[in-house]
DNA sequence: TTGTGTTTTATTGCCTCC
DNA sequence: GGAGGCAATAAAACACAA
C-alpha cells in the first residue's frame, strides 16, 4: 500500500507520460491542484504550464484534471441538487442567488449545462467549499472595489452585475482576472468561462438580458422563489442587508469557535451576517497579489499540516475537543502570510469532493466543522508559482498520511455559517473514504499529533524528544482551555520563526515523520 | 484472498468561439 | 482550423466486505 503509494509518487514525478497507464497523482499533487483550482477553476495556459512543471506533470494532465475536475464539481452538485431536495429555500439561500445564477461550478456555459437547474442547485453549489473559498477570495480581492466603484457593497443580482463589469474592467492582473471571471463579489460563482465573462462581465444589462434562455429560467425559479421582493434594478431583493444581530446565522455552538478562534482581529466586529472572508483580518491586508510572489509554498505545506493535524485530531478528540483541535489545525504554522488563521483551506475542491456516501461521511463532522466559520474563508491567491518545493516536501510524506480525503475534513465553514442547509447536505452518512482515512490516521495518528506539536512548536527541537503522551496533554489543554488570541499568535510567531529558520530542504512532513517515528517507537 | 464497487485518470469525440 | 472546454467512456487504482 504504503510502497505502491510511494511508487506513483515517483512515477509520476518523473514521467507521467512515459507510459500511458494511468499513474494516480500523488497526495502533494492532488492538493495542490485542489488548492489550485479552488482558486482557479480555469487557469490559464501559463498557470497550467507552471502548475504541470511544478508539480512535475504535463500540461496536458493538468489539464485533463481541471477538466475532470470541474466535471467532478458538476456531477457533485447536480447530486447535491438532487439530493437536497426540499431544504434549500432560505431567504438567505435566496438573497445570496441573485447575482451568480446560473453559473456551475464548472463554469461551463453550455447550452444543457442549466438545463436542469434547480435554485437549489445553484445554492448547492455554494455548499461547497471551493466556490464560496474562491468566492472569498474574490472577495478580497475586490474588496476594495465595492467601496469605490459601486458604493453599494451587497446588493444581488443586478448591482452585483454591474460593479462586477467593473471588477473585471479594473482587474489587470491575469490571475485576478481569473478570480474575477469566475465571481461576482457577492461569492456567488459569475461567468466562469472567460468568454462568457466577456460577454456577461461587461454587459451592462440586466443579468437576464445577457444569459441565455436556459439561464433565464434558472433565475426564472429564483424570482419566484424571490416574489415581490426581487427587483433586477433595485435594491436587492428589497432587502436591506443590515447587519445582523450576532449569532443571527450561528448555531450556539458554532459561536464559541468563531469568537474565540477566528476573530483574529479584534478590531473586527464579529457579525456573522458577514461572510468570513469579510471578517478575516488578512482580507484587507493580508492580501497580495499573485506577482507578490508569496510562499504559495507555505501555503500549500500548511494545507497538508493541516490536513494531517485534522485528521489526528478528529480521530483522537471527542466532539467537542473535535472542534478545538480543528480551530487550532488552523492555526498557522506557516505564516509568511499575513494572516494565520486564513490559510486554512480546505481545498474546497474536495470540500465538493463529496457524492452522497461522502456527505455521510460529513454528517458525523459537521458539528466540528460547523465550528470552523470563518478560518476557511480567506482565501487569496495563492498562486505564486512556488509550489515546487513543497511539492516535493510533500511527495515525502506517505501517501497514507495524507490522502485526499483530507479535503472533506475541512469544511467550508461558509456553509454552516451562510446557511444551515448545508450541514443537512452533509448529514447523508459516512463515506468509505473517510473510513480509510480513519484508518490510516489512526495508523498515524502519533505521526500527526506529533507533526501538529512540530508544528507549534518547530523552534523547540527539543520539543519532539518531549513524550507523546504529554505532548498530547499539553495539546488538549490547549483546546479544553481555549487558548486566548493572543496565545494563539503568539504560537503561530514561534512556528512562523520556526519556519523562518527551517531549511527549505527540511520537509514539515518529514519532521513530523521522524518525530513521530521516534514517538512511535518509543510508544510502543 | 478475491470479488465488487467506487474513485481517479486518461482518452476521445464533439461543440463553441476566435 | 485551432484552441479550449465538456461529456462520455475505458481502465487502472483503491477500498471494503465476504
Not at 225 to 243: A, I, N, S
Not at 270 to 280: F, H, L, M, V, Y
Not at 384 to 407: C, L, T, W
Not at 474 to 495: C, G, I
Request: proline share 5%; hydrophobic share 25%; with cysteine.
Amino acid at each position: 500500500m504504503e510502497e505502491s503509494s510511494e511508487v506513483h509518487s515517483e512515477e509520476n514525478k518523473v514521467s507521467s507520460e512515459k507510459d500511458k497507464k494511468r499513474r494516480l497523482k500523488t497526495p502533494a499533487q492532488v492538493m495542490a491542484l485542489e488548492r489550485f483550482y479552488n482558486e482557479h477553476k480555469y487557469p490559464t495556459e501559463e498557470m497550467k504550464s507552471q502548475l504541470a512543471e511544478q508539480l512535475g506533470l504535463t500540461e496536458k494532465q493538468i489539464s485533463g484534471w481541471f477538466c475532470h475536475r470541474r466535471l467532478k464539481d458538476k456531477k457533485l452538485l447536480r447530486d447535491e441538487a438532487c439530493a437536497s431536495g426540499r431544504q434549500d429555500r432560505s431567504s438567505v439561500v435566496i438573497q445570496d442567488r441573485g447575482s451568480g445564477l446560473g453559473q456551475d461550478s464548472c463554469g461551463s456555459t453550455k447550452h444543457g449545462d442549466y438545463r436542469n437547474i434547480d435554485p437549489r442547485e445553484v445554492e448547492s453549489r455554494r455548499l461547497y467549499g471551493n466556490d464560496f473559498q474562491v468566492s472569498d477570495l474574490t472577495y478580497k480581492h475586490m474588496s476594495h472595489y465595492t467601496e469605490t466603484v459601486s458604493g453599494t457593497d451587497d446588493t444581488s443580482s443586478e448591482s452585483s452585475s454591474s460593479s462586477q463589469d467593473k471588477l473585471f474592467s479594473q482587474t489587470e492582473d491575469p490571475y485576478d482576472v481569473e478570480n474575477s471571471r469566475y465571481l461576482t463579489h457577492n461569492g456567488v460563482i459569475a461567468p466562469i468561462n472567460a468568454k462568457s465573462a466577456k460577454i456577461m462581465g461587461y454587459k451592462p444589462s440586466g443579468y437576464l438580458k445577457v444569459k441565455g434562455e436556459i439561464e433565464n429560467a434558472a433565475i426564472t425559479a429564483v424570482k419566484r422563489q424571490l416574489g415581490g421582493h426581487y427587483r433586477e434594478d433595485g435594491p436587492p431583493l428589497g432587502v436591506e442587508f443590515q447587519p445582523l444581530p450576532p449569532g443571527a446565522f450561528e448555531s450556539p455552538i458554532q459561536k464559541p469557535v468563531r469568537e474565540q478562534y477566528y476573530d483574529e482581529d479584534l478590531s473586527i466586529p464579529n457579525s456573522p451576517d458577514i461572510s468570513g472572508a469579510e471578517r478575516q483580518p488578512s482580507l484587507s491586508n493580508g492580501y497580495e497579489p499573485y506577482n507578490s510572489k508569496l510562499s504559495s509554498q507555505d501555503l500549500y505545506m500548511e494545507e497538508a499540516n493541516n490536513s494531517g493535524m485534522h485528521g489526528s485530531h478528529y480521530q483522537d478528540k471527542i466532539s467537542q475537543l473535535k472542534q478545538k483541535s480543528t480551530v487550532l489545525n488552523h492555526v498557522k504554522p506557516f505564516p509568511k502570510q499575513n494572516s494565520s488563521l486564513d490559510l486554512y483551506e480546505d481545498s474546497a475542491g474536495e470540500t465538493s469532493v463529496y457524492n452522497s456516501k461522502r456527505n455521510q461521511r460529513m454528517s458525523t463532522k459537521h458539528g466540528v466543522e460547523g465550528m470552523r466559520i470563518d478560518s476557511v474563508t480567506n482565501h487569496r491567491g495563492h498562486y505564486d508559482g512556488k509550489i515546487e518545493s513543497e511539492m516535493h516536501d510533500y511527495a515525502n510524506v506517505s501517501p497514507n498520511v495524507i490522502q485526499r480525503s483530507e479535503y472533506f475534513k475541512f469544511k467550508p465553514p461558509n456553509l454552516i455559517h451562510n446557511r444551515f442547509e448545508s450541514l443537512d447536505t452533509e448529514e447523508r452518512g459516512l463515506s468509505t473514504r473517510m473510513k480509510k482515512e480513519e484508518k490510516v490516521n489512526r495508523k498515524w495518528k502519533g505521526i500527526k499529533e506529533h507533526g501538529n506539536q512540530v508544528k507549534l512548536k518547530m523552534h523547540s527541537t527539543n520539543d519532539i524528544k518531549v513524550p507523546k503522551r504529554v505532548r498530547h496533554d499539553l495539546l488538549q489543554q490547549d483546546y479544553v482551555t481555549k487558548a486566548p488570541f493572543t496565545e494563539m499568535q503568539t504560537r503561530k510567531f514561534l512556528s512562523k520563526g520556526s519556519v523562518m529558520e527551517m531549511p527549505s530542504s527540511f520537509s514539515e512532513d518529514e519532521t513530523a515523520e521522524n518525530s513521530s517515528s521516534q514517538e512511535l517507537g518509543a510508544s510502543s
